[in-house]
């Protein structure tokens, strides 16, 4: 019975019959989504064995994100959430089906393959950030939109961890097509949850900025408070800086540790078991207090975590590193999301989301593109230690600001009923000095 209370508590976003539905379709969809990332990736691999064309891929995919991102939080702020992810889910499908045909039937390109990431990237530019603020959309009890975040996270890196490890024998057994394809047939899932999804129209604004004029507002409003600035720029700090990790770890695969695709998979699951762990940690929190302090060591850690995998030859040792690595990576990441999504105003969600999006998203291209050229001039350990570097200095600058970020955040907290004790007591403090007191 004892057990079983932390259990319901850790779970409770999905008494929440919309998240429910939204959260299994969702996970089936992310072990495929998991599965053709890794196969792409090894595809790429076999056919140039170019640590350069590995980047290339990696920004192919990501960098629409850098630039379309900000534009499509103004709209995702505008249009009707659950119809968007309808539409970029179903685009999404086509993508995949596109790509298990030309692996299928031996026409590989890596051109071809450049082009459809740019296509998928183009896609979630749009599909990442509508789903961060959708979250809000399924929630009934705003004081479980934490634990849906954390669980959603959860979700991720489960796949994340099930997904690689899955593709690693798929490929080995027939193929990089095949993973292309359970991909494809995953979205069925997905969609199958939105349409069974029923959820209240939102109130939106009824004057509507033009849309430059919106993003500019969106700008302005996140880089104006100093929490939501700093978090932003944090993520996309590690985000840029953590590239290596997966882009190059085929060549440490091969190169290093003298695998093959499974070892790469197992390499990939061991950082996926990593952060779901550190996913179900935060899901397990009853309180969002304290979150700063565990951002800013999230941040050092990947960066030492980086440092020290460079350095490993053993097989064991670096699957211990990327396990750690990875519930650092995830604890920082997800705390950030938790802490935007609860001190963000509702009518700029969308678009803070967006950014968030470009931060966590968008500047991986960059990442991508930085890593495979530092790998190709001072060889890929050399890169992971520079990289590590910078992600442990920027976890110590943001612990030194923590104390002025708490301060800003307090008051959103108490008008929200977040921190609904500190409200009652600074209500009684204020009627203790009334004047009208005695």
């Known amino acids: 019975m004892g057990a079983a209370l932390p259990m319901r508590s850790t779970l409770r976003a999905l008494a929440h019959r919309n998240y429910r539905l939204y959260f299994f379709g969702q996970g089936i969809s992310l072990i495929g989504t998991w599965m ?57 499908l086509v993508q995949a089906a596109a790509l298990t045909a030309i692996a299928w039937t031996g026409w590989v390109e890596v051109w071809a393959i450049l082009a459809l990431s740019v296509g998928l990237g183009v896609i979630n530019a749009f599909d990442i950030p509508t789903r961060q603020a959708f979250l809000t959309d399924l929630i009934e009890r705003p004081e479980d ?27 080995a057994a027939t193929g990089e097509w095949f993973c292309f394809l359970l991909n494809a047939l995953s979205y069925v899932a997905v969609l199958a949850a ?59 695969a091969d190169n290093v540790l003298g695998g093959g695709a499974s070892t790469l998979g197992e390499l990939t699951a061991a950082q996926g078991l990593g952060a779901l762990a550190g996913a179900l940690y935060l899901a397990s929190r009853k309180s969002i207090l304290g979150l700063g302090r565990w951002i800013a060591a999230g941040a050092a850690t990947v960066g ?9 030859t053993e097989f064991w040792l670096a699957c211990a590193v990327l396990l750690i690595v990875g519930g650092a990576m995830m604890v920082q990441m997800a705390a950030s999301n938790t802490i935007v999504q609860t ?11 967006s950014l968030y999006t470009l931060a966590f998203i968008g500047m991986a291209p960059l990442g991508s593109l930085a890593a495979g050229g530092l790998a190709s001039r001072i060889g890929a350990p050399g890169a992971m230690r520079v990289c ?14 923590l104390p002025r970020l708490r301060a800003a955040i307090r008051p959103v907290y108490v008008r929200a009923g977040i921190l609904p004790e500190i409200a009652q007591g600074m209500e009684a403090a204020a009627e203790l000095t009334s004047p009208r007191r005695g």
């Open 194 to 252: 939105l349409a069974a999804i029923r959820v209240r129209e939102r109130r939106r604004p009824s004057e509507r900025l033009p849309v430059l004029e919106g993003l500019k507002e969106g700008l302005s409003y996140a880089f104006r408070f100093a929490p939501i600035r700093s978090l932003l720029l944090l993520v996309g700090l590690v985000s840029f800086m953590s590239m290596p990790l997966s882009v190059l770890m085929p060549l440490f």
């Open 36 to 92: 053709q990332q890794l196969a792409m990736m090894w595809l790429v691999y076999e056919l140039e064995h170019s640590a350069l064309l590995l980047g290339a891929v990696g920004f192919a995919s990501q960098i629409p994100t850098l630039f379309i991102a900000p534009l499509a939080g103004v709209f995702t702020d505008r249009w009707n959430r659950h119809r968007t992810l309808m539409a970029t889910q179903s685009l999404a």
């Open 145 to 171: 939109l934490a634990n849906a975040i954390a669980l959603n996270s959860s979700l991720f890196n489960g796949a994340r961890l099930v997904g690689p490890a899955l593709a690693g024998f798929v490929i």
């Open 304 to 312: 030492l975590g980086m440092v020290a995998f460079s350095w490993i």
């Open 343 to 353: 001190i963000v105003d509702e009518d700029k969600r969308g678009r803070v989301m």
């Open 388 to 401: 590590g570097a910078a992600c442990v200095l920027g976890g110590l600058l943001f612990a030194s600001q």
